[in-house]
């Protein structure tokens, strides 16, 4: 049960009281994983007395892991709730023992007020990729110099060989081939024409690898290698080699599949030109400590990064420093997070007005399939998350049934106009083909009176 103490602006605290059922529940819990996961000498596997389990990981192991289930369950269902979206929380745990209740009050802030400007009546542009048998054949022609073979001549290189160089000189070297057809123009100037055993001069222009800026060099090879390419035909055979049982079952699949992602990438142009327009019309005041919040949470993300490629933040600090682009770097690092709260902020405002609810079941439901994906069990998901990164993916599951529902509210409200416009153009069709009609009788009638007339 929770209760709301207090709400001040942005600020809120609040007390939630866990029922004694509950608190045994997790005592029991936290007491049959020990049984089964803890080998004491001398007792079978979950034969092991309480007692001794305690005194082999500690009685505050047991009441910091009962601890820790009760936050991560009850802390965000008190946040759904009182409805309260919450920016980020200090949480302070009462004293806990089995057979009495457990309570805990949390501190923290809400996200600022929002106001979105109508969007109903938003026309969206963007849309799926016409897939036209110009860009099948095109993908074919793409699968057969993806499948090409190469023959080696004895001849003048050409522009789509394949060339075998070795590096000449001091330094690093070694031999490696060379696709003139995607090589840059300066490689394949320099070796369209030469010879199995020329020595050329590659003349290298200026340019930046990186945050490495290259001077413009000189590199001597010589050409060990001549290969042509050697496409396939386009033929059943071709199929076969790809495990397709003929050539029309592959322009089929193919096709097929080249509509499945043109439709993928429609439907992510429109969630992203319909956010940035919910963004640019949004009316909001952003607290500094939100947005340093976000930026901060970033700069980690990043340095968690690096260190996995075994490269240490100061370093790569002090290198940008010394390229002097450090300062643009935060810079970039600050308008990105700025972008994201905004973000977060319109599809959070746009859930509330739609009232956007997640149930526990579908909550617990998408747990269970994020830690199957991740090799985890949902308890070892959920302890990695914690109370507060399981409010946040809460939230986030929110936003994306916002979005999806407002998406499907204007594709209706599309179909609705586009069936109207049709009617309204068919209408238009048959009144114009009735007064052709009309006309025409008028026509004939003014003929024959006249004819009429003429005989008298």
């Known amino acids: 049960m929770a209760e709301l103490i207090s709400k001040e602006g942005n600020k809120v605290q609040f007390q939630v009281a866990v029922p004694a059922a509950d608190v045994n529940r997790a005592y029991e819990q936290v007491w049959a994983g020990l049984a089964r996961d803890v080998r004491v000498p001398g007792f079978r596997p979950g034969k092991a007395p309480r007692k001794v389990l305690e005194s082999r990981v500690g009685k505050g192991y ?21 409805k309260l979206n919450l920016v980020d929380a200090q949480i302070d745990p009462g004293p806990l023992q089995s057979g009495q209740s457990f309570t805990f009050t949390v501190r923290g802030e809400t996200y600022p007020e929002v106001t979105l400007a109508d969007w109903k009546g938003v026309q969206l542009t963007a849309s799926a990729p016409e897939i036209t048998d110009e860009v099948l054949e095109r993908t074919l022609a793409d699968l057969q110099e993806r499948n090409a073979t190469f023959q080696t001549v004895e001849r003048p290189i050409e522009p789509t060989d394949q060339v075998t160089i070795e590096e000449l000189g001091e330094g690093e070297g070694g031999s490696y081939p060379v696709y003139l057809d995607v090589a840059e123009a300066h490689v394949r100037d320099a070796l369209v024409g030469k010879n199995v055993g020329d020595e050329v001069e590659i003349t290298v222009p200026a340019h930046s690898h990186g945050d490495q800026e290259h001077p413009e060099h000189t590199v001597r090879v010589r050409v060990q290698g001549v290969q042509t390419k050697q496409l396939q035909e386009l033929n059943d055979d071709f199929a076969k ?10 322009r089929t699949d193919l096709r097929a599949e080249l ?23 949004m009316q909001v005041e952003i607290p500094q400590a939100l947005l340093d919040r976000r930026r901060d949470a970033m700069l980690e993300e990043i340095k968690d990064d690096l260190s996995r490629q075994g490269v240490k933040w100061g370093e790569y600090e ?43 079941a579908d909550f617990s439901r998408a747990m269970t399939a994020l830690a199957q994906a991740n090799g985890l069990t949902p308890q070892q998901l959920q302890s990695q998350l914690g109370p507060n990164g399981l409010n946040a993916y809460y939230i986030s ?34 009144d114009a083909e009735g007064t052709q009609a009309d006309e025409g009788q008028v026509s004939t009638e003014q003929t024959g009176t006249e004819q009429a007339e003429k005989a008298e």
């Open 397 to 430: 599951m929110v936003r994306e049934r916002a979005l999806q529902q407002a998406l499907a509210t204007l594709t209706a409200s599309e179909a609705q106009s586009q069936g109207e416009q049709t009617e309204n153009a068919q209408r238009e069709a048959a």
């Open 62 to 82: 047991v009441e910091q892991e009962v601890r820790d289930r009760l936050l991560q369950v009850h802390y965000p269902q008190a946040a759904r709730e009182l």
């Open 259 to 281: 509509e499945r992602r043109a439709r993928q990438e429609g439907e992510a142009a429109r969630r992203e030109e319909f956010t940035g327009h919910l963004v640019s019309g």
């Open 241 to 250: 080699s790809l495990n397709f049982e003929s050539l029309e079952r592959l």
């Open 318 to 360: 002090a290198f940008m420093q010394e390229q002097g682009k450090l300062d643009e770097f935060l810079a970039d690092l600050a308008k990105n997070a700025e972008s994201r709260v905004r973000r977060d902020l319109a599809l959070e405002k746009l859930a509330e007005d739609l009232n956007v609810q997640v149930s526990d």
